[in-house]
């Protein structure tokens, strides 16, 4: 059917519909007004002048757009917006009637009838969605899990409702846990809010819970870890609800209740930059980031082209990543076609294409993140090490000396403190040799130093999963090693924001939160996976390798 005969059929139906709530709504006023006795004058008289009072309602609810409502979502503005129309066309009656010398239908039968009237018209038109109403009884799916939501507010009401909507959906929530006493006991969407989250392990077995659901966008990391770490402990699966922003943006995300991450477990609370002065750093500028298809560098060129740079050039000897990061920035940034993006595939060791590369772009900025950085790789091949960390950053340098760059951003590790591998030494001097350019040029160098990376290729998550997916063992090679973690996109935030207000000579050191020990990341990721850790999956300790320590230092004594 055509959607214009649809939407006039629709009209028509409501209309009528409303015509007889209207007329309904006038002879329940009579015969309450008359105890059931309704004068015959009165009755004449009413069905004299009943085409003029539908009317009336009808014009009114048409030009309030009450015809134009989407009652399947409506809400309270919208029932709002049928209490003026009713007001409006139930005072124009009084005032009419007020200046009528005999009243054959009496001025209580127009206030009782716009009672009803708008009780009728509510009901009516909010049927849609109290028939879908999360507190109505329905039947979900044979086999559904029984879902418990740690959090009722905003993000977990929306969820219980959504689920409660959907019975085909693989879930069927039951209760709330929350920490806001004055939430204790109350009802949500028909769910009670059984508890406090402290009180998860007795919910869970009271409720026979299959599945905990964590809908606390605002809560701190620590709460997050803790949550997981107890659902855990009890051996129930728990998922992550998308927050609240996510969900606006797209609102399929409402039924995908994701498994914990580990960005989740080692992530830090959301950390905010300036934006403002990022922007003013970046914007129409002309950036060229080194190893940009680097885990760093790839990320590094997805935030700078948000910023809006005139041009942003990409430099890496593998030419295949390089080839596939520009599809993906120029599909994921359409609008960005202002920013011109190129591609160079070269080595910072060749020092003549480097200076070649440098001169032509002529950068404004240069991230400097290209480097080997495999530490037990590096302990075999030391000279590999010096050519690509030391001697490339010297290339960099030089080349953007001499190309006028007003600022380079060196990016160096943890491991450069006190270092005792290959690695760590090669960029201790990547680090005095910035110090050095600082000392002799008007450009200004600085260094960002920080930790390993969540997700980077060669870190020891990606190996753990790969570990665990094979049923194990999961080795690790010390009891006590630990290390800080950061996640790729918010350390190359805070790349970005250390660049925006550095000045000549400065080495950054990232804030890396709180120290993890490998045993431990290692247990949580084998719990992740519904495995128990030592039975599931084995854990050995294989020693440590060539150049490696048990534990990071930030900073060295002298800094």
């Not at 939407?7 to 009579?30: E, P």
């Not at 219980?160 to 004055?182: I, K, S, T």
């Not at 009890?234 to 609102?251: A, C, F, H, S, Y």
């Not at 039975?535 to 004594?557: C, F, H, M, N, Q």
Request: glycine share 10%; hydrophobic share 45%.
């Amino acid at each position: 059917m055509p959607t214009t005969v649809h939407r006039t059929l629709r009209l028509l139906a409501d209309l009528a519909v409303d015509a007889g709530i209207v007329i309904g709504g006038y002879y329940v006023g009579l015969f309450l007004r008359f105890d059931g006795r309704i004068p015959a004058e009165s009755r004449e008289t009413f069905w004299t002048v009943a085409p003029l009072i539908v009317a009336l309602y009808l014009v009114a609810n048409y030009l309030f757009g009450v015809y134009h409502t989407t009652w399947r979502y409506g809400g309270m503005g919208d029932v709002l917006n049928l209490v003026r129309t009713v007001l409006l066309v139930t005072a124009a009656i009084l005032l009419f009637n007020l200046t009528r010398g005999s009243r054959p239908i009496p001025l209580s039968v127009n206030l009782i009838a716009g009672a009803f009237t708008f009780l009728g018209m509510t009901f009516w038109k909010m049927s849609p969605r109290l028939i879908r109403h999360p507190g109505m009884p329905r039947s979900g799916r044979a086999g559904a899990r029984r879902l418990l939501i740690a959090g009722a507010g905003n993000t977990g009401q929306l969820v219980a409702r959504e689920f409660l909507q959907h019975g085909d959906w693989a879930y069927r929530p039951v209760a709330f846990a929350d920490d806001d006493p004055r939430k204790r006991g109350q009802r949500v969407h028909g769910l009670p809010v059984a508890g406090s989250t402290g009180e998860l392990p007795q919910l869970v077995d009271r409720l026979a819970i299959d599945v905990v659901a964590i809908a606390l966008p605002s809560a701190g990391r620590a709460k997050m870890r803790e949550l997981v770490g107890v659902c855990q402990a009890i051996g129930v699966p728990v998922r992550m609800v998308p927050g609240l922003p996510e969900m606006v943006r797209d609102p399929q995300l409402v039924s995908h209740l994701r498994e914990v991450t580990v960005e989740d477990l080692l992530g830090r609370d959301q950390i905010e930059i300036d934006y403002s002065q990022c922007l003013e750093s970046l914007r129409n500028r002309v950036v060229l980031i080194t190893g940009a298809a680097g885990s760093i560098g790839a990320e590094l060129a997805r935030q700078a082209l948000t910023f809006g740079p005139a041009a942003l050039h990409l430099l890496d000897n593998n030419e295949t990543a390089l080839h596939d990061l520009r599809q993906e920035l120029q599909q994921a940034q359409p609008d960005s076609a202002g920013a011109d993006l190129r591609l160079w595939p070269a080595s910072v060791t060749d020092a003549g294409k480097t200076g070649q590369v440098l001169q032509t772009v002529r950068p404004q900025v240069v991230f400097h993140t290209a480097a080997y950085k495999h530490v037990a790789l590096l302990e075999e091949h030391p000279d590999e090490a010096f050519r690509v960390n030391v001697l490339g950053t010297r290339n960099v340098c030089r080349a953007a000396a001499a190309a006028g760059v007003e600022k380079v951003v060196f990016i160096t590790t943890d491991k450069a403190v006190k270092p005792v591998s290959a690695y760590g030494a090669t960029k201790r001097i990547g680090e005095l040799l910035i110090l050095a350019m600082a000392e002799r040029s008007a450009t200004v160098f600085c260094a960002v130093r920080f930790g390993n990376v969540i997700g980077s290729r060669g870190s020891v998550v990606p190996i753990f999963s790969r570990q665990i997916q094979q049923g194990g063992p999961v080795g690790i090679t010390d009891p006590e090693a630990a290390r800080y973690f950061l996640t790729i996109p918010e350390a190359v935030s805070l790349i970005i924001q250390a660049a925006a207000f550095a000045e000549q000579g400065q080495v950054f050191m990232l804030d890396m939160g709180e120290e993890v020990r490998i045993q431990d990341l290692a247990e949580k990721m084998i719990r992740m996976k519904g495995l128990t850790p030592g039975e599931d999956v084995s854990i050995v300790y294989t020693g440590l390798r060539p150049g490696e320590k048990v534990r990071e230092e930030l900073v060295a004594d002298h800094e």
